[in-house]
């Protein structure tokens, strides 16, 4: 997130930038386990409209960047057993396809009939979008540091922020764990898990909370087709896909309390394994053979926050992707750039603002 906001601001002609990175190395922390997913369902029209920005930029991404983002797309099927549910999905099918996406609506049968490595008998439909796809995180935060470093900005690594500081009123730079002290009139805090203590040093309440997503990966498995699109079924909220030759698969467990453990463990292993059997049986003669976790930085309603502190100007944010944050970086990197040139966003900004919550939130339908 922090790459694409620097990227994106530093096409715009603004410079002197630097990027503060808490980690040893850059993309260490969630972009390094992200599992890469990119789609254009989503329950509000700017979010299609993230995510298409995003899609285009992916495509293009070796003509833009010299390197490949790898995209595949492999399409995204969502399924579910709840008809409540499935009847906000055909709502939101029909909004999507007025934007441009070619989101299909399927009954069961044709489920079965497509994609026979599914059982489950009480489902009610799925929406299904060949556009959709997964594309290389690590790949995508290399070509943006590249081209942001060959055009000024300042990567500094092992820099955790412990201050922000302000007078009159405004936002006036940044200290870290070092002493060092930036001085600089727009700070942006794209923090990830870590926004609320950020937020905090700035005075500036971000509901955003880190949560552990584990991910596993099999050995070589020839028990499902070659090519599956990117599978998810809402009611237990897990998902498979293709990794090669091999299955990835992961899931979020609504029980587990938010932290910042990034450890994978047996309970959460057996708990996915389980849950992936119930609705792909095949995979019981598959093998793991590794696994990580990583980090979402959940909002209340599944939602980012983007915007910039009425209680202190010159302090942006851009937050809370709750799972999504890969997919709509290019297009949050934009908007937020925007935001600080002056710029009129080239989407409707309010379900990412921080004031909804005090009145009516955004819901994301569309979360694992």
Known sequence: MGLSIAYHLVERGVRDIVLLEREPMWAWGSSARSAGGVRLEFSHPSSVRFS????????????????????????????TRDSQRWNIMVELAAMQRTLGVPVETLTPDDVRVR???????????????????????????YGWM????????????????????????????VVTQDGT????????????????SVGALAGVALPVDPYRRSVYVTDTFSGLPPEIPMTLEFENTSYIRREGRSILMGMSDPLEPSSENVETDQESLEKLVGTVLSWVPALEKASIMRGWAGLYEVSPDGTAIIGEADSLPG??????????????????????????????????????ARERFQHQTTHETFVI
């Open 52 to 79: 298409q920005y995003g899609l285009e930029m992916f495509h293009s991404f070796e003509d833009l960047f010299g390197i490949s983002a790898s995209f595949n797309p492999c399409g995204y099927l969502f399924v």
């Open 115 to 141: 994609y026979r490595y599914i059982h489950m008998p009480d489902i009610v439909g799925a929406t299904f979008c060949g556009l959709d796809g997964v594309a290389d995180p690590g790949a995508v935060a």
């Open 315 to 352: 302090f942006f944010y851009a937050v809370g992707f709750s799972g999504h944050g890969f997919m709509h970086s290019p297009a949050a990197g934009r908007v937020v750039a925007e935001l600080i040139t002056g710029e009129a966003p080239f989407v409707d900004l309010t379900p990412y």
């Open 181 to 196: 002290v930036i001085h600089a009139p727009v700070v942006v805090n794209a923090a990830g898990p870590q926004a609320r």
């Open 146 to 173: 590249r081209r942001a470093q060959t055009l000024g900005v300042e990567i500094r690594l092992n820099a955790q922020v412990t201050q922000i500081t302000q007078s009159g009123g405004r936002v006036t730079g």
